[in-house]
């Protein structure tokens, strides 16, 4: 028989995990915005495409507390860089950006949460880089290049120009998203993919050290 002293336990446990939790998914916002600041250009896309590893601490928030913390971290994330650096796009960037991390972070965690083994994470991982992709492709040739050129005041020729100039085999927004924007998307989804795996079983250590 359950006593009330146990209940007042078990809900003080309960309250006690889940300001863990809302504090963990607070530091993991802030530690992804800072290092969203952090970006290195590609020689295989124009200069506005830069990669950075923001998605890293959002990815293992994710597999440490599901895919709603993680979406949560992926907000904190871009509202952090919108307030700090502004938007020349009245925030449709970091709308692309949200989503887009949005597409990497929730088919990973959702697929790693059925099972935590390596095995789910690396195929979850792979799904969420494929994912985002395609996404990324998407959003960008229908939604995200049409704004930068609407916002900046020039033809979506100067865009796709850019992009000719990195790549002659770029001549219109499908293969500006294929040529340019696909690879970019391959690549920070590798990159985050393994990184994460490197650091996901020492860092969920420390959590759940942290938890008890």
């Given at each position: 028989m359950i006593t009330s002293t146990q209940n007042q336990n078990v809900s003080r446990h309960s309250t006690q995990?889940?300001?863990?939790?809302?504090?963990?998914?607070?530091?993991?916002?802030?530690?992804?915005?800072?290092?969203?600041?952090?970006?290195?250009?590609?020689?295989?896309?124009?200069?506005?495409?830069?990669?950075?590893?923001?998605?890293?601490?959002?990815?293992?928030?994710?597999?440490?507390?599901?895919?709603?913390?993680?979406?949560?971290?992926?907000?904190?994330?871009?509202?952090?860089?919108?307030?700090?650096?502004?938007?020349?796009?009245?925030?449709?960037?970091?709308?692309?950006?949200?989503?887009?991390?949005?597409?990497?972070?929730?088919?990973?965690?959702?697929?790693?949460?059925?099972?935590?083994?390596?095995?789910?994470?690396?195929?979850?991982?792979?799904?969420?880089?494929?994912?985002?992709?395609?996404?990324?492709?998407?959003?960008?040739?229908f939604v995200l290049l049409p704004t930068y050129a609407k916002a900046f005041g020039m033809p979506i020729d100067s865009l796709i120009e850019m992009g000719t100039a990195v790549n002659s085999a770029v001549h219109d927004l499908f293969t500006f998203a294929v040529l340019c924007v696909a690879p970019f998307n391959l690549l920070k989804g590798a990159v985050v993919s393994v990184i994460t795996l490197l650091l996901y079983k020492r860092i969920s250590s420390l959590i759940k050290g942290a938890e008890r």
């Open positions: 995990y889940n300001v863990r939790r809302i504090a963990f998914v607070g530091i993991f916002g802030a530690i992804a915005a800072v290092l969203m600041f952090i970006e290195f250009p590609l020689f295989f896309a124009p200069s506005f495409y830069q990669l950075d590893f923001s998605e890293v601490p959002v990815l293992i928030g994710a597999f440490a507390y599901g895919p709603v913390a993680g979406i949560l971290i992926e907000l904190i994330k871009n509202l952090i860089h919108f307030l700090i650096k502004g938007s020349a796009t009245a925030g449709i960037g970091e709308l692309a950006a949200f989503i887009i991390g949005i597409a990497l972070i929730l088919p990973a965690s959702v697929i790693y949460r059925m099972g935590k083994t390596k095995k789910r994470a690396i195929i979850g991982m792979i799904i969420g880089t494929i994912t985002m992709t395609v996404v990324g492709c998407l959003f960008n040739a």
